[in-house]
Nanobody, 124 residues
Framework: QVQLVESGGGLVQAGGSLRLSCAAS????????MGWFRQAPGKEREFVAA????????RYVDSVKGRFTISRNNAENTVYLQMHSLKPEDTAVYYC?????????????????WGQGTQVTVSS
């Protein structure tokens, strides 16, 4: 099994920045592709960003392109989501996820392991 633990969420004003971290433990060789998703109240969980094992391939949802950056440190089994220029509509619970596939996928069903989530609240 793989355990994922997110950290770094909090309350920030619009225009501010946060960096989320996700630490993986257990059978980390299964964490081929890592992704970040978010879920706002009353909405479905949506894809935010994903990164390949080597870090050379990344994908982002259009609404965060140019503002968010996903990265990973495989030596420390950690993936990051740096968020800048935050907007109130970015408010959500952010989840880290890991997929065994090598394709940088965006569907929630493609991910095998999930963290518990960390709350990000952006005030206007």
């Amino acid at each position: 099994q793989v355990q994922l633990v997110e950290s770094g969420g909090g309350l920030v004003q619009a225009g501010g920045s946060l960096r989320l971290s996700c630490a993986a433990s257990g059978r980390t060789f299964r964490t081929n592709v890592m992704g970040w998703f978010r879920q706002a109240p009353g909405k479905e969980r949506e894809f935010v960003a994903a990164i390949s094992w080597g870090g050379t391939l990344t994908r982002y949802v259009d609404s965060v392109k140019g503002r968010f950056t996903i990265s990973r440190n495989n030596a420390e089994n950690t993936v990051y989501l740096q968020m800048h220029s935050l907007k109130p509509e970015d408010t959500a619970v952010y989840y880290c996820a890991a997929a065994r596939t090598s394709a940088v996928v965006v569907s929630t069903t493609a991910y095998d392991y999930w963290g518990q989530g960390t709350q990000v609240t952006v005030s206007s």
